[in-house]
């Protein structure tokens, strides 16, 4: 014990050095230690140790998804420039820690050179439109080519996202005004079908009412026929002739008129002759004019048939 104790300063250092070789490994974590300069093993979590001195550990890798974004600048088919921010899961496979150590200086930039290969590769061969709607056949592609290229590293590539596209400010201005003229297009066809309808309808409308206008003065022509044939029959059986019933029924007429108008006070009044053979003179002009057309209907047909 005394000799410990007058030793201590050869005791102190030496717990010192062997306490150095103690370290932690936080969890998802690995420690990458070299033994005089080579690799000699790789620690999980947990409280490890190595030799002092001897060993070194010269790295510490994450085993969690971690992500890359990286924004690519394009061509498309036609001719339009266009950025698009591709964003890369990716993870280290806990059996390849010492590929993914040893054999990769800058594994970002690796990833980013392989994504702007393959953006560049795809893009090109799409217009602007089909951009915007195969952005997940895009995504595909870089997640493809960058899993096949990244394996060999110990990296595995968990998603790929293309989660932005932007085209130039001028590109997306003409975009904006021809969507808003084929709005518009669209709203003046529906306009036009509109006031198309509308007047189809009003034209059925007018249509429908002169139908029944027309229905409703035959029926009231052919009620006034059947009065007047009443009105002669009558008169007969009272013992008056045909042509006198004719010209009192057109006289009584006459006068209805005279009274209808007058009591219009905006009528305008045309005053006929009322001499006693008035209406024998009208009725006589009447029934001249029908025997008239009718033997003018007589002709027309007649020609008609030769």
Known sequence: MDVLLNNWWIIIPILILIASGFFIVKQQTIAVVERLGKFTKDYGAGFQFKIPIIDKVVGRISLRIQQLDVIVETKTQDDVFVHL???????????????????????????????????????????????????????????????????????????????????????????????????????????????????????????????????????????????LEESMEVLNRAGINSQEASALIVITQHYDTLQSIGADTNSNLILLPNNPTAASSMLSDMVTSLVAANKMNESANKNKKK
């Open 85 to 227: 921010k591709i964003s890369v899961q990716f993870q280290i496979q806990r059996n390849h820690v010492y590929n993914a150590f040893y054999k990769l200086q800058n594994p970002h930039e690796q990833i980013t050179a392989f994504i702007f290969d393959t953006v560049r590769a795809e893009v090109p061969k799409m217009r602007l439109d089909d951009v915007f709607v195969k952005k997940e056949e895009i995504a595909v592609a870089i997640q493809r080519e960058l899993k096949e290229a990244m394996l060999d590293y110990g990296y595995d590539i968990v998603k790929a996202l293309v989660t932005d596209i932007d085209p130039d400010e001028n590109v997306k201005i003409a975009m904006n005004r021809i969507n808003a003229a084929e709005r518009e297009k669209v709203a003046a066809q529906h306009e036009g079908d509109a006031q198309r309808i509308l007047i189809v309808e009003r034209a059925k409308a007018e249509a429908e009412s002169k139908r029944l206008q027309g229905r409703g003065i035959a029926d009231q022509r052919r009620e006034i026929a059947r009065g």
